[in-house]
């Protein structure tokens, strides 16, 4: 609600292919659309926009056109031309039937709720089959405020977020947790995976990662187990078939040709090896929130903090893993992390620097979310594991806030060189939301504080015998065993390793 159109990134370009999909042009010829690559799409005027604001963050929205009621067909350029249709099928009605600010704000909302419903499905998870609770600390970390800027906006990055969330925190006790009712896991991972597969082209490389992280050895993994399960095997034919659907789709269309956008230098492949490098200190800032354009980074304090909250999660995860764990959580780094440099490095001549923070947050979830796993496996207590949590909430959330405000005053007023205290002012500038600033900054409070009660309140049951999906009633208690009971290479025992989690 509070964006202005066009506010997030490519999110026209988003627009114009859903609405393109919505009238039944599916799979418009590739052609120099936009950087030499993309297609046309023939849609209602009134969604074709030209920009002047984006990646100029002195100057507010107030000199953009708004969307408007012109139905009147008309061929624009969008670098998604060719991507895979699923989801701009799914958001794209409301742009041709109401091509004004109603069709965007409800093509938004249906993403937005599709997130949610992927995300409320991690957070039941996580509250039934976490043993002490250091995953529901883990939530509050990987929902960034990038995450949430993504999931609010038309743009299959925001769903294909949510879908890493929940898919890692149930593909996690599904395939290697302990026995325990399974019905809710293989649906919500088998949802979460078909989006992964068909959203974007890295997908594929988000399932194939954590396949291999978690299948093997398989003596210690659930697969042979698993494929034993009718649903798991039409779900796993299913995610197959979808994934092979997207790769046929890319080749037809052409969807690996980035576009142009490489400078005059050319660089050796060791010159972009450490060019690359040294971007992911900006990659890391990204996932956790430079929004807008890439043109509204926060003050440094919000990032140093978060930063600190996922690097100790990731610290715990290593030093209370077994070398199993550490083996898992480096297969899941080098898919998240050494594949997309390496794709990055390789490309960079032909395409420029392309890749943003946030085209990996949907496998980097799940190195946080698994690194909770694996130290609260190995006896991480409850006591501390509560504290972790409520720690999370208390200097996060407000985090999520000031994002929101701060990215408000970017668009309403546009930010100044030299930016002083009086400048932060979200309901102030010469443009204003069209629900107006006040409705999206009560509604993201609303939703903050829901959220942090939330997590809050989750707490432990009698029992480490995970409860169903979708019921909050604890198991029987049972003994957990006693290398559970210690950290890897450790003698000291711990406790209060049992239970899962509900909410009051």
């Not at 609010?152 to 026995?179: Q, T």
Request: net charge positive; with cysteine.
């Amino acid at each position: 609600m509070a964006a202005p159109y066009d506010g997030t990134p490519d999110e026209r370009e988003h627009i114009v292919r859903a609405a393109g999909v919505a009238a039944g042009q599916i799979a418009p010829p590739p052609d120099a659309a936009k950087k030499g690559t993309g297609a046309f799409q023939t849609v209602p005027g009134g969604l074709v926009r030209d920009q002047c604001w984006q990646f100029k963050k002195e100057v507010s929205a107030a000199c953009a056109q708004p969307p408007g009621s012109d139905r009147t067909p008309t061929r624009a350029g969008t670098g998604a031309g060719r991507y895979f249709p699923a989801y701009y099928a799914l958001v794209g009605a409301p742009t041709v039937l109401w091509p004004g600010w109603s069709g965007v704000l409800l093509a938004r909302m249906i993403s937005a709720l599709c997130c949610a419903a992927l995300l409320a499905g991690a957070y039941v998870v996580i509250r039934n089959r976490s043993r002490s609770g250091l995953m529901m600390g883990a939530l509050v970390v990987v929902t960034t405020p990038m995450a949430v800027h993504m999931a609010s906006a038309v743009n299959p990055n925001g769903l294909e977020i949510a879908a890493g969330v929940a898919f890692f925190s149930a593909v996690i006790p599904l395939m290697i947790g302990p026995p325990g009712p399974r019905r809710g896991l293989i649906l919500l991972v088998g949802i979460s995976g078909l989006l992964l597969a068909i959203l974007r082209q890295t997908g594929p490389l988000w399932l194939a990662t954590a396949f291999v992280a978690f299948a093997f050895p398989l003596r210690r993994s659930n697969l042979v187990g698993l494929l034993r399960d009718r649903a798991v095997r039409i779900w796993a034919a299913v995610i197959v078939l979808a994934t092979l659907a997207v790769l046929g789709w890319s080749v037809r269309q052409q969807t690996s040709d980035l576009g142009d956008y490489s400078s005059a230098e050319r660089f050796t492949a060791g010159q972009a090896a450490l060019r690359e490098a040294d971007r992911w200190r900006g990659y890391l800032d990204q996932i956790v929130g430079v929004t807008s354009w890439l043109d509204t980074r926060m003050p440094a304090p919000p990032y140093v903090i978060w930063q600190l909250v996922a690097g100790a999660l990731l610290v715990l995860g290593v030093v209370w893993g077994s070398t199993l764990d550490r083996w898992r959580l480096l297969v899941l780094l080098g898919g998240g992390v050494l594949v997309p440099s390496v794709m990055q490095v390789a490309l960079v001549n032909e395409s420029g620097f392309v890749t943003q923070g946030r085209y990996m947050l949907p496998m980097l979830v799940g190195v946080l979310l698994y690194a909770a796993w694996a130290a609260e496996q190995r006896g991480f207590e409850i006591a501390r594991a509560r504290s972790f949590s409520r720690l999370a909430v208390l200097v996060l959330l407000p985090i999520h806030l000031f994002c929101l405000a701060y990215t408000m005053v970017r668009w309403q007023n546009g930010l100044p060189a030299n930016l002083g205290l009086s400048s932060l002012n979200p309901l102030a500038g010469d443009w204003h939301p069209v629900v107006g600033s006040v409705v999206p900054l009560l509604s993201a409070i609303l939703g903050l504080v829901l959220f942090g009660w939330l997590v809050w309140t989750a707490r432990p049951v009698a029992g480490n015998e995970p409860a169903p999906l979708g019921t909050a009633e604890a198991s029987t208690p049972t003994d957990p065993p006693a290398e559970l009971l210690r950290p890897a290479g450790s003698r000291l025992r711990g406790v209060g390793t049992e239970g899962g989690l509900r909410s009051t």
